[in-house]
Every structure is written in structure tokens, then in C-alpha cells.
């Protein structure tokens, strides 16, 4: 039996049967809907259930907890409609002409850009062109049956590469593969484009508002390929770079940032590091997105992509939105959660 799921406000509406979640659901009506890991994990996904039944499904308590479910919240990548549903979300778009697809795909190369990051360049099949909107992630399916997301970290190109950075987890069963045992010519294969991470250009979105970016560590990497992408649109928006990381190893592409920061009109490059010692380090020290909040109190009339560790996500979107006047609305965000290993 199938229901019927209204989008409110848009009052845009798509069908889901009981086996279903809400999300697949959704895309599958080329809806696109705020989400990202599709595993519970990162909450981006979150939404308010207006009317009607949901089966929370496999929502952890640690992303939605009690009090959340108590107030009609839910997962949409976990729940299940159980009666016709209206539901809370405010940020939807047509996804039409980016499928998302199973395919092979060829290591092309790998270079090291710090002791822990590693550059993969991938070639896809030729005369497929694969469209995705940069910011978006792939999944590489393993041959066990699990998954490892990696965002994409160039804007689409003619030559069908796709550039990922991929930093090595300690015992982490993909990354250390990567780090040790891949070579260039490796078959791997990928499903993708996934996760609505992307900039939110029309004029009916805030636009034309300028623009807080705030990556940690490889959280670089989707934000590269946003930037990568406004270049070549020649969309000129006032931007704010914050980079952060441990060390200044850690902002393996820093000369690269240093380079918009002179060629570009209204684009400031901040970088930060967090750890001791500085030693040698003349720059920002402490959290990422506190020397945002020290640089723009009011955040009032500005876009914010952050990218990066679940932890500075949170961080940054409960200060921004308590402390600097940021509209959740304006608060867009890709949280680099590990595995849980459930089936997707
Ligand atoms: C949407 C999305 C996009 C992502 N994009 C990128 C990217 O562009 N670049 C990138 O480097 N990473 C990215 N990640 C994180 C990346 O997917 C994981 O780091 C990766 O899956 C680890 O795989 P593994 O098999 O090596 O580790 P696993 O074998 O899965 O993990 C081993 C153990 O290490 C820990 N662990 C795993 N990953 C992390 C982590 N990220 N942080 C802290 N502890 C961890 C866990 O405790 C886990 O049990 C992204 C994640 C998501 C959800
Ligand atoms: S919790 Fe649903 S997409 Fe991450």
C-alpha cells in the first residue's frame, strides 16, 4: 500500500509505500530533499512531521533522541510513512537530470598531498558523462556489500575524472587499502551522485547572499569543487574561506586557497589550526568556526556551507544560529560521519 507524502511549504507531494523510507521515496520522485549520509548518522535529513503516521525505522536515539521523536521529528532517510503524511521541509529541488547510477570506474591516479591525505583521481567510463552538482559525494561499494563515502572534489569536466581526497583512518578498512595496496589502473566501483550538498544560487534562496565556507580537514574537498564551479559560472559572490585543521599539514591545499584569495574579487582565505604547538604558525589558532564568529558576530544576512567532522558541524550550527543571528535556514552542511555498516 502506498501514501501520499506533501511537502510543506512547497506543497510539492510524492508516493512511498511502508517499505520505503521517506528519503528513497522522495528521490525517487526526483525530489530533491536535504540529506546526507543516509544512515542515521548525520541528522541532515531531519524533518517535522506536520500530520499523519511515521515508523522511525532504524533511527538511532543518538540523532534522534526521545524528546525529538515526542515533538514529531524524524529521520527521513530511516522513516517509514504509515498513514498520508505531510511534512516539514523547506529546501527542496527538482533533481531531475542527475540520476544517481551504479558504475565502474578506473584509478587514474594517486598522489599524496600530506602524510595523511591522499589525492585519487578517478576516469569514468568514456562517452557517459556523469552529471552531478559540485559539493555532492560518491559511495565506493565494497565487495563485502558495505559502503565508504567520499566527496567529490572537483566541478564536473568534460574528461569524466572525478577527484576525490582521502584521508587515512588508523585501522580504517578502505582508507588503509587506499594508503597501502591501491595502484593506478585498479577497477573499483561507485554509486553516485548522492547527498544534497551544493550551492543554493537562485535569487529565491538567498542567492545572491555572500558566502561563509567552513571546512576541517578534507571537509576541503566539496567546497573546493563548489569554488571550482563558481570560477567557471563566473559567479562573483563575496566568499569567506575558513579552513581548518590540526596542523599546517593539514591544509594540504593551501597554496591553491592562497591563489583564489589573490586571483578572485571579494574572496578572503582564512586558515586556522587548532592543535599545539604552533610553533613557526603566524596565522588563526583555536576552532574553526570560533574565528568566524570572532571575524562576522552578525551572520545575520550571510550563506554558511560547512563541511567536515560531525563534531564542528554541530558546533558551528547551534553557535551561529544562538550567538551570530544565522537563520537555520542559511545553514548548510555535509558531515563526514564513518560507516555504521547497515545496509543502505
Ligand atoms: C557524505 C560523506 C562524505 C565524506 N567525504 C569524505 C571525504 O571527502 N574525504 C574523507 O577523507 N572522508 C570523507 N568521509 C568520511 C569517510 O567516509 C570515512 O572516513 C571512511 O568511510 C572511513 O573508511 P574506512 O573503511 O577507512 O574506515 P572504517 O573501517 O569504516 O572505520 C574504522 C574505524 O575508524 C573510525 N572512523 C572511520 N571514519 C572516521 C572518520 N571520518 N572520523 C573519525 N573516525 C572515523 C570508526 O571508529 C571506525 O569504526 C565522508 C563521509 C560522508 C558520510
Ligand atoms: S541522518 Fe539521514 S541522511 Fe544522515
Not at 36 to 55: I, N, P, Q, T, Y
Not at 75 to 93: G, N, Y
Not at 128 to 147: N, T
Amino acid at each position: 500500500m502506498s501514501f501520499k507524502v506533501t511537502l510543506q511549504p512547497s506543497g510539492r507531494a510524492f508516493s512511498a509505500d511502508a517499505d520505503t523510507t521517506l528519503l528513497q521515496a522522495a528521490l525517487d520522485a526526483e525530489l530533491l530533499v536535504p540529506y546526507g549520509c543516509r544512515d542515521g548518522a548525520c541528522g541532515a535529513c531531519k524533518a517535522k512531521v506536520l500530520s499523519g503516521e511515521v515508523d522511525h525505522g532504524r533511527a538511532p536515539l543518538s540523532t534522534l533522541p526521545e524528546p525529538e521523536r515526542a515533538a514529531g521529528m524524524t529521520l527521513m532517510c530511516c522513516a517509514h510513512a504509515q498513514s498520508d503524511l505531510a511534512v516539514e521541509c523547506r529546501d527542496v529541488r527538482s533533481a531531475h537530470d542527475i540520476p544517481v547510477r551504479k558504475l565502474p570506474c578506473r584509478v587514474q591516479s594517486l598522489e599524496k598531498l600530506a602524510a595523511d591525505v591522499m589525492r585519487l583521481n578517478l576516469r569514468l567510463p568514456p562517452n557517459d558523462l556523469f552529471h552531478f552538482l559540485p559539493g555532492q559525494y560518491i559511495d565506493f561499494l565494497l565487495a563485502d556489500g558495505q559502503r565508504r563515502s567520499f566527496s567529490i572534489a572537483n566541478a564536473p569536466n568534460a574528461d569524466n575524472m572525478l577527484e576525490l581526497h582521502v584521508r587515512q583512518i588508523p585501522g580504517g578498512k578502505f582508507t588503509t587499502r587506499v594508503f597501502s595496496a591501491m595502484k593506478e589502473r585498479d577497477i573499483l566501483r561507485i554509486e553516485g551522485p548522492l547527498g544534497s550538498f551544493s550551492l543554493r544560487d537562485k535569487p529565491e534562496d538567498g542567492g545572491d547572499k555572500p558566502i561563509v565556507f567552513l571546512a576541517g580537514g578534507t571537509g576541503f574537498a566539496p567546497i573546493k569543487a563548489i569554488i571550482e564551479d563558481m570560477i567557471a559560472r563566473e559567479i562573483s559572490r563575496p566568499i569567506a574561506l575558513y579552513w581548518g585543521a590540526r596542523a599546517p599539514e593539514g591544509l594540504y591545499l593551501h597554496e591553491l586557497a592562497l591563489r583564489w584569495a589573490h586571483q578572485l574579487a571579494d574572496f578572503r582565505y582564512i586558515p586556522v589550526i587548532s592543535g599545539e604547538p604552533l610553533e613557526g604558525w603566524s596565522g588563526r589558532s583555536g576552532l574553526v568556526h570560533h574565528a568566524v564568529m570572532a571575524d562576522l558576530p552578525d551572520l545575520s544576512g550571510h550563506q554558511v556551507y560547512a563541511c567536515g567532522a560531525p563534531e564542528m558541524i554541530e558546533a558551528a550550527k547551534k553557535d551561529f544560529s544562538e550567538a551570530c543571528r544565522l537563520p537555520l535556514t542559511g545553514f548548510y552542511a555535509d558531515a563526514f560521519t564513518f560507516a555504521t555498516n547497515n545496509p543502505i
